[in-house]
């Protein structure tokens, strides 16, 4: 079960609360904030991602600097509706070469608060979990992902960039064409999306469509991934 944010109701100190705008259809919609309850704002129909706009907590900036990657780190774990993660986060972020001990529980509990967020969504949805570090340009290509929806944040390095529904032709979406610098727009790092794929149940005219940034080979992403498996 999707959990939608309520709409704030009039009150006797609210007495003429705006309504929520109506969505025009088909026209994909960002819903930004500074405050994580926006995250659930993507189950709205219409709107296409939320972010969370936040800037990273600072030992977990001071971990992301730690972080080696002289070779690519990739680890993809499920975890059930019920499932305590703190423990398995624990396990999997001592992949990561040059964390202290410090710097991976900083990094281990802000990682705990991104399922949190993710449940609080579809809480009796397992979530599929990928960590790993990016050199290359594999998602280099404007796509949606064939998922219903997905939760990402990058902790390193420049953030996913994503395209305005008048940029898109999703009949060529592979196209270079589509590379017009002018309509990309660009998450930050550190702040938490969560955008709708091709598996939502509104159907695909509002998954999101994006890419990874161009490839730093020098300081390579550090991303996390949370797919919501609704």
Same mark, same amino acid.
């Given at each position: 079960?999707?959990?939608?944010?309520?709409?704030?109701?009039?009150?006797?100190?609210?007495?003429?609360?705006?309504?929520?705008?109506?969505?025009?259809?088909?026209?994909?919609?960002? *819903?930004?904030?500074?405050?994580?309850?926006?995250?659930?704002?993507?189950?709205?129909?219409?709107?296409?991602?939320?972010?969370?706009?936040?800037?990273?907590?600072?030992?977990?900036?001071?971990?992301?600097?730690?972080?080696?990657?002289?070779?690519?780190?990739?680890?993809?774990?499920?975890?059930?509706?019920?499932?305590?993660?703190?423990?398995?986060?624990?396990?999997?972020?001592?992949?990561?070469?040059?964390?202290?001990?410090?710097?991976?529980?900083?990094?281990?509990?802000?990682?705990?608060?991104?399922?949190?967020?993710?449940?609080? *969504?579809?809480?009796?949805?397992?979530?599929?979990?990928?960590?790993?570090?990016?050199?290359?340009?594999?998602?280099?290509?404007?796509?949606?992902?064939?998922?219903?929806?997905?939760? *990402?944040?990058?902790?390193?390095?420049?953030?996913?960039?994503?395209?305005?529904?008048?940029?898109?032709?999703?009949?060529?979406?592979?196209?270079?064409?589509?590379?017009?610098?002018?309509? *990309?727009?660009?998450?930050?790092?550190?702040?938490?999306?969560?955008?709708?794929?091709?598996?939502?149940? !509104?159907?695909? !005219?509002?998954?999101?469509?994006?890419?990874?940034?161009?490839? !730093?080979?020098?300081?390579?992403?550090?991303?996390?991934?949370?797919?919501?498996?609704?």
């Amino acid at each position: 079960m999707l959990l939608l944010p309520e709409p704030m109701a009039a009150t006797a100190e609210h007495p003429s609360a705006p309504r929520q705008p109506a969505i025009p259809p088909r026209e994909p919609v960002a *819903i930004e904030s500074t405050v994580a309850h926006v995250l659930g704002a993507v189950c709205r129909s219409g709107v296409s991602v939320s972010v969370w706009n936040r800037p990273l907590p600072r030992e977990v900036r001071h971990a992301m600097a730690g972080v080696q990657a002289l070779m690519p780190v990739h680890r993809t774990f499920t975890v059930s509706p019920s499932e305590d993660a703190r423990a398995l986060l624990s396990e999997v972020i001592r992949a990561f070469p040059g964390l202290s001990e410090t710097s991976a529980r900083a990094w281990g509990e802000d990682l705990a608060l991104l399922l949190s967020l993710a449940r609080s *969504i579809a809480p009796a949805s397992p979530l599929r979990v990928r960590l790993e570090t990016k050199a290359n340009d594999a998602c280099r290509l404007f796509h949606a992902d064939n998922v219903a929806l997905r939760m *990402i944040c990058t902790y390193r390095g420049a953030g996913t960039q994503w395209l305005p529904m008048q940029a898109v032709d999703r009949n060529r979406l592979s196209d270079a064409a589509q590379d017009r610098p002018s309509s *990309i727009r660009e998450i930050g790092t550190g702040a938490v999306a969560v955008m709708k794929g091709l598996k939502y149940p !509104d159907g695909g !005219d509002h998954a999101l469509v994006h890419r990874s940034p161009p490839a !730093d080979a020098v300081q390579p992403r550090v991303v996390a991934v949370v797919d919501i498996l609704i």
